[in-house]
């Protein structure tokens, strides 16, 4: 994978970045070298899959940090993989916040993002403790969270469109567009199904594989 800046160059914007906000010692520094490459390998995984032109240079992934989705999904992988090897949650809280001050959006390092995800213009989004599965995508004012302690499960390619929100004990199953400002509450929707309105008054239209793959195929890369 390409990117903007050198290995070293993205240590020193990142750490520059921390020290602004918040007190960073040198063992939290050492941790951020020990681990940018683990966060830049799960980058890469994801981001050949994106079919967006920005994560591509030259026919070869790219990762430019002043790209803010790219960014931002760098600093969970980073703060995720930290946590997962070091629970180190100082650090990882202090790289939380400074995603959420830059982008708006609330990716906790304690929840398990699928391997393959992408999001444009993420402002106003949480993504709560649910089951991801790849190829998820979700934009603007999206909210995953739980009802009575229950969180979701998403089955494989999901597409949250803006302001859609999907709460408590709900199954998704694969290839599934919510429609932007869905709201599901405590219901579960069947694969190849586009899905509108608010619960319990959802209007879901079933049998639309040919329709739903179509419109993954222009987000993601699947081979």
Do not use: W
């Amino acid at each position: 994978m390409n990117c903007l800046y050198t290995k070293k160059e993205l240590r020193e914007l990142l750490t520059k970045q921390l020290s602004n906000f918040f007190f960073l010692d040198s063992h939290e520094t050492s941790l951020i070298e020990k681990n940018v490459d683990h966060a830049l390998v799960r980058c890469e995984r994801c981001f050949k899959h994106v079919k967006n032109k920005y994560y591509q240079k030259d026919q070869t992934t790219y990762f430019n940090p002043l790209h803010g989705c790219q960014y931002s999904l760098f600093l969970y992988y980073l703060a995720n993989s930290i946590f997962d090897k070091e629970n180190a949650r100082e650090l990882c809280d202090k790289i939380y916040l400074l995603s959420k001050i830059l982008s708006g959006a609330d990716l906790y390092y304690e929840i398990n993002l699928p391997n393959v995800v992408t999001f444009d213009h993420p402002l106003g989004t949480i993504m709560g403790r649910a089951e991801y599965s790849d190829f998820f995508s979700f934009s603007q004012g999206c909210t995953v969270g739980n009802n009575k302690g229950i969180y979701p499960t998403f089955g494989t390619s999901v597409f949250m469109l803006s302001n859609s929100k999907v709460i408590g004990d709900c199954v998704i199953g694969d290839n599934v567009i919510i429609s932007a400002g869905t709201y599901i509450k405590d219901a579960s929707i069947p694969s190849n199904s586009l899905v509108f309105g608010e619960s319990p008054n959802l209007i879901i239209k079933e049998n639309r594989e040919d329709y739903v793959k179509a419109y993954a195929e222009k987000v993601f890369r699947y081979e």
